[in-house]
């Protein structure tokens, strides 16, 4: 099951199209308010309700809140676009959105999503990953040679499996994928991000193995953790 945070209406409107084609169980949660004034929120949401509605797709909307947004913003104003506001915006809906959340940057995403340089993340990983869980109240998987994994309470845990074999475009995506399967079995977040980060290395590890660092496919990670999982379980 999956829910679509729609933060401006027209930017979702291909996925929710994709969606409905492949008959995703999906839901569009429309929040943003950022959009003033709010003649123009309720045109783009409800121009959003309507594509929904042409494609079956559920649509819920959160409360339109401007005040709100406006004082988490405040003295971030004259910002440039893509700079400090937009990762307290960012964080802002996300708060809302969605809970729990778990957010799986890689140092250059991390740096994007909480303003800090890219340098300053990786001079104090523990550090960086703990602050940003703090201040988004969400599981922070910051990936990376042992990857680390902070809860909003101060937990940090270091991932021993792993290597530059899942240094690929698509593996984040499995690793993303092994953690949702968790928490569909019932897992809480925190353990979800941790086993997920663990399983996800070992069966990096297990491949470099056979065809090294180099040869690993982001594409043959997933029959390599259910071949993880096979093993542990006998």
Known sequence: KLLLLSCCAPCSCAVVAKAARE????????????????????KRRDEQKRFCDDFGVPFVEL??????????????ENEPERGKR?????????????????????PAEFSLLFGISVERVQADRPAAALGAAKESGAVVLLKGHNTLIASPTGEL??????????????????????ICGLLAEGAAPFAAAATGAWLHGK????????LSEYGVLPSELPRAVARVLAAMSH
């Open 203 to 210: 069966a990096g590890d297990l491949l470099a193995k056979e």
């Open 23 to 42: 008959h995703a169980d999906m839901t569009v949660l429309f929040y943003n308010p950022n959009i003033q004034p709010r003649a123009e929120y309720e």
């Open 86 to 106: 937009c990762s307290v915006c960012f964080l802002f809906r996300l708060r809302r959105a969605a809970a729990p959340v778990i957010l799986t940057p890689h």
């Open 63 to 76: 409360p339109y809140n401007p005040a709100d947004w406006l004082e988490a913003v405040k003295g971030l």
């Open 157 to 178: 845990l270091c991932n021993p499996t792993g290597s530059s074999a899942l240094a690929k475009a698509g593996s984040g995506d499995v690793l993303a994928g092994v």
